[in-house]
């Protein structure tokens, strides 16, 4: 007997521990501490985002602390919990910009078939809702004329996320690895770019729409054949 009971008393006391270290765990992820920084990482978030749908709606002389964190739902006071400086906000939204963006290219090109991908972005890059759609579009063609008067941090950025940009495009013609390709991807998003940029300039709807028009007829017979 005396085994026996030693058994379920040592399996009684393992459960026991079991459930203080669970206990234990609960306590400490619902803590105070980890409470505040699911907090403010839940703010910072808001912030960038309200940060990247300004500098594509107002550019970045025309976003302002006060009006993000107004925008964001906090105090302008707390910025400099979140970020070191006004250029640091901006860095990242341009960041988060850019990845909205090529995130949203990617997923035109997923939901068609790989022989038909380029031409779907292409179509949807200059449609006349990525047109209207300044606030929520690709930040290149909304900001692209800003750029130079950028900070370092900035332009880092957005350089990397146009870069992403490209090597997305390049990946979608038939002899992809080739720098043939790279090069045609680097055409295919200058011209995409340039083509918005002028058609959200002109304040001729008809102009604009040639502009877009003719753009996507020279690019898509400038695609090279398939391979296969």
């Known amino acids: 007997m005396w085994p026996a009971y030693w058994y379920c008393r040592h399996a009684l006391i393992s459960l026991l521990h079991a459930g203080i270290n669970c206990c234990m765990m609960l306590v400490m992820r619902n803590s105070p501490?980890?409470?505040?920084?699911?907090?403010?990482?839940?703010?910072?978030?808001?912030?960038?985002?309200?940060?990247a749908r300004a500098i594509r709606r107002s550019g970045y002389d025309g976003t302002g602390v006060a009006d993000i964190m107004k925008e964001a739902g906090l105090t302008h006071g707390a910025f400099y919990a979140h970020f070191a400086s006004r250029e640091a906000m901006l860095a990242e939204a341009a960041d988060r910009a850019g990845a909205e963006a090529n995130a949203a290219a990617a997923s035109v090109i997923?939901?068609?078939?790989?022989?038909?991908?380029?031409q779907a972005l292409m179509q949807v890059y200059l449609s006349k809702e990525h047109l209207e759609s300044i606030e929520t579009g690709c930040p290149i063609s909304a900001l692209g004329s800003e750029m130079p008067r950028q900070s370092p941090e900035v332009r880092r950025a957005a350089t990397r996320r146009i870069k992403e940009m490209v090597d997305l495009v390049a990946r979608q013609f038939p002899d992809w690895g080739q720098p043939g390709a790279h090069e045609?991807?680097?055409?295919?998003?200058?011209?995409?770019?340039?083509?918005?940029?002028?058609?959200?300039?002109?304040?001729?709807?008809?102009?604009?729409?040639?502009?877009?028009?003719?753009?996507?007829k020279s690019l898509s017979l400038a695609k090279p054949a398939s391979t296969d």
């Not at 011209?191 to 028009?213: E, K, P, Y």
């Open 33 to 51: 501490s980890n409470i505040r920084t699911a907090a403010k990482e839940a703010s910072h978030e808001r912030i960038v985002d309200a940060a």
């Open 110 to 118: 997923a939901a068609v078939p790989p022989e038909r991908a380029l």
């Open 184 to 216: 045609r991807a680097l055409v295919t998003v200058a011209t995409m770019v340039g083509t918005l940029m002028l058609a959200r300039a002109v304040n001729d709807s008809a102009l604009s729409d040639a502009l877009r028009s003719a753009t996507l």
